[in-house]
């Protein structure tokens, strides 16, 4: 377990963002990505917006994905095992680096043909809890051809992430703007912030 921790602490001191493979095993995610679908079908998921509080808004030109909140009260066991992971991943990454993390919040993201997210920071303006970006991907048939990859802008060289199954990619949520580029298929994926109070 703490290899894949440090994969991803490892690779996020040396680009800034981190990468590991491995994560969520192939087996969660393939039991998440049932989940997001069951989800889908039963029309529970809703459009995701942009901003915080009264600031909330949907803005189809900006983001057109649509998202479902993991919660514990939820009682499922693919989420609990996810949630399980990320909570020794905090443990991991607080003793490691002194991070400060003290809670988080993850939603199932589902984005179908066309659907994009445009650039943008994760760090609300009126709100610097979200300290840490973290996503895993759900994409067990993924190909080039899908598109749905995650851009990152940084210098000198723009950095490209491809949603493959069960990758998990972690970086700093107020320093890394980033865009996800246009799917050309359902591209899933849980999405969520590390907090600091």
């Known amino acids: 377990m703490d290899e894949c921790f440090e994969d991803l602490i490892t690779s996020y001191i040396a680009q800034k963002v981190g990468v590991s493979n ?76 002194f991070a400060g ?15 994009f997210y ?4 994760d760090q609300f303006q009126d709100n610097c ?18 598109g749905g990859e995650l851009l990152i802008y940084q210098q000198p060289h723009n950095q490209i992430i491809t949603p493959t199954h069960g990758k998990t990619v972690f970086f700093k949520s107020n320093e890394i703007p980033h865009e996800v580029l246009v799917s050309t298929t359902k591209r899933m994926s849980i999405t969520g912030w590390l907090k600091r109070s």
């Not at 095993?25 to 942009?50: E, F, P, Y």
């Not at 993390?101 to 659907?115: C, K, M, V």
């Not at 970006?133 to 899908?146: D, G, K």
């Open 22 to 97: 491995n994560f969520i095993t192939h087996k969660l995610a393939a039991n998440l990505a049932d989940n997001l679908l069951q989800l889908n079908a039963n029309q529970l998921l809703q459009s995701a917006g942009i901003g915080n509080a009264l600031k909330h808004q949907h803005n189809d030109l900006i983001r057109n994905d649509r998202i479902y909140w993991l919660d514990k009260a939820h009682n499922d066991p693919f989420e609990n095992e996810f949630f399980v992971q990320i909570e020794a991943f905090i443990a991991y990454l607080n003793r490691s680096c």
């Open 118 to 121: 445009g650039k943008h920071l």
């Open 101 to 115: 993390i003290t809670s988080y919040e993850f939603h199932y993201s589902l984005y179908e043909r066309g659907a």
């Open 129 to 146: 809890s979200r300290q840490f970006s973290l996503i895993s991907y759900l994409n067990p048939h993924w190909e080039p051809v899908h």
